[in-house]
């Protein structure tokens, strides 16, 4: 019996009780190519630059009936070359970036538990960092109202580094607990999406264990989306408040807004600008922390490509204001060019009278389509530095500082199967 039988099989013996119900499997190899020369961080002089091939490997599970949603996605991330070829053990070997249930409890009413991928809005404080090969995962429940026009999430997590008899401190690199709603309401042209989130980390005191506590901050906030025919117009605007995990005092804020207009059928047209507060003289002080943090969002697609800011880096510093231009153009329907501008500047006081100037980044991307299922990407960008970024990261080794990548993807569907409803 070949494996696809064997599949149609087992799925009819569930269809026996479901009026409808679907199986998918599908797949996902993403290699990529990077030069890095100044990414991240200004590049130091007597090093030499990165290059490598990494690669993401994913198979997805998917099975859906009326009141049941099982979702399944095994990984496998890794850099060509970390293991040798007679592996015994790969350094980091299968990994689930999702498993989870979604299921009806009443009418409209869904509760979706497991290890899942949190996004919300544009991602800009729960995404899911797709550029990053492993991705973000969260092991969380929602519960879930979903209406034609209306939305409530309530969510929920609690993390522990495995099953203990006594204690309860946190020692992976992850918050201890946290806790939101988020509340969206739809018209014809608009959109307004409420969130409050409670984010509890660890504090581990290495001398006293007994003083390990898990300190809160909350985030509150709306994002806001208008449409006008060829014209969109989106705008975040968050408060941060409460204690930070060395227990300071927290008032912080992120305002931004974003424009978007389709001149023709191939081109589109960005402008925009961010302001995320920072503490003056990048630290804080006198247990006042005036920097904001973008905690779970997906960083990666707002301060520019080369990740100089809040990608594992710049917390807690001067914060950040940052002014952009966006264009894309498809050149037909399987080619496309994109170009963004960023000028950086710092939201608080750097040092002495140094500049809040922190550069300038443009970013190039273009993407081909081969075929229904590969697409090919490259990228180069280039990171022109400053007075005030020089300072804020402690190298002034003048260097050029630049990074270029070329990634494909192939995402086939391997099977598909569907009961329809009777």
Do not use: C
């Amino acid at each position: 019996m070949t494996f696809s039988r064997i599949l149609i099989t087992l799925f009819s013996v569930f269809a026996i009780s479901n009026a409808y119900s679907q199986f998918i499997i599908d797949a996902e190899l993403r290699p990529r190519f990077e030069y890095r020369h100044g990414y991240k961080t200004l590049f130091p002089d007597n090093a030499d630059a990165a290059s490598f091939v990494s690669q993401r490997t994913r198979l997805n599970f998917s099975y859906k009936t009326e009141k049941l949603h099982f979702y399944l996605s095994p990984q496998d991330v890794r850099v060509w070359g970390d293991v040798p070829q007679l592996n015994v053990a790969d350094n980091n070997g299968i990994s689930l970036h999702q498993a989870w249930a979604e299921f009806l409890l009443i009418p409209h009413v869904n509760l979706k538990l497991g290890r899942q991928e949190i996004v919300y809005d544009d991602h800009r404080i729960f995404g899911n960092v797709g550029w990053a090969q492993q991705g973000r995962s969260h092991d969380a429940a929602i519960a879930k109202f979903n209406s034609e026009n209306l939305k409530l999430h309530l969510g929920a997590a609690y993390n522990q580094d495995g099953e203990a008899l006594t204690g309860n401190t946190l020692y992976t690199k992850t918050y201890k607990n946290l806790h939101y709603v988020w509340l969206q309401q739809k018209w014809q042209q608009h959109a307004v999406s409420f969130l409050f989130l409670n984010n509890g980390l660890q504090f581990i005191d290495e001398l006293d264990e007994t003083n390990n506590k898990t300190r809160y901050s909350q985030t509150t906030g709306v994002h806001l989306v208008t449409q006008f025919k060829n014209f969109k117009l989106a705008s975040n605007l968050y408060y941060q408040f409460g204690k930070d995990v060395a227990n300071n005092d927290l008032s912080a804020y992120l305002l931004s807004i974003d424009a978007n207009y389709k001149a023709t059928t191939n081109l589109n047209l960005g402008l925009g600008g961010e302001i995320q507060s920072g503490n003056d003289f990048g630290a804080p002080l006198n247990g006042k922390n005036n920097a904001f943090t973008p905690l779970y969002g997906t960083n990666h697609k707002f301060n520019g490509f080369m990740d100089y800011f809040y990608v594992g880096n710049h917390l807690n510093n001067v914060g950040l204001v940052n002014f952009y231009g966006k264009t894309k153009y498809n050149i037909n329907k399987k080619v496309n060019l994109n170009l963004a501008l960023h000028q950086f500047y710092a939201a608080a006081e750097i040092e002495g009278e140094t500049s809040k100037n922190l550069g300038f980044e443009t970013d190039f991307v273009t993407s081909v389509k081969l075929n229904q299922f590969v697409n090919l990407q490259a990228g180069y960008s280039q990171f022109f530095a400053s007075a005030g970024i020089e300072a804020v990261k402690n190298n002034f080794d003048k260097n050029t500082n630049n990074w270029g990548w070329l990634m494909i993807t192939i995402d086939p569907v391997l099977f598909t199967w569907e009961q329809p409803k009777l």
